[in-house]
């Protein structure tokens, strides 16, 4: 099994940053990580993804050139660095972890709440 903690989640003000982290419970080499999130009312979509060898994703053009998502594997943890924050990044952000071979993200953090105001 591998547990996420997220954290880093609070309240910024537009135009502000954040840094979200994501710690696992075990060593995380083999893993595509990611970063999701999910937003009042709609369905979770994913932000961006990082494989085990560094190489990233990013979705969505909103998110593409403010947000940076990075690891680090020697202390089991995953980032996203949030610049330029917008009222629109207001959601729910999740991390989740797929094992190389697997057959989607198979593991989940419980959440962290990011509010950017106005």
């Known amino acids: 099994q591998l547990h996420l903690v997220e954290s880093g989640g609070g309240l910024a003000q537009a135009g502000g940053s954040l840094r979200l982290s994501c710690e696992a419970s075990?060593?995380?080499?083999?893993?595509?990580m990611a970063w999701f999130r999910q937003r009042l009312g709609k369905e979770r979509e994913p932000v961006a993804f990082?494989?085990?060898?560094?190489?990233?994703?990013y979705f969505g053009d909103s998110v593409k050139g403010r947000f940076t998502i990075s690891r680090q594997n020697s202390k089991n943890t995953v980032y996203l660095q949030m610049n330029n924050l917008k009222p629109e990044d207001t959601a729910i952000y999740f991390c989740?972890?797929?094992?190389?071979?697997?057959?989607?993200?198979?593991?989940w953090g419980q959440g962290t709440p990011v509010t950017v105001s106005t």
């Open positions: 989740a972890g797929q094992r190389l071979g697997g057959d989607g993200f198979g593991y």
């Open positions: 075990r060593r995380i080499m083999g893993y595509t």
């Open positions: 990082i494989n085990p060898s560094g190489g990233t994703e």
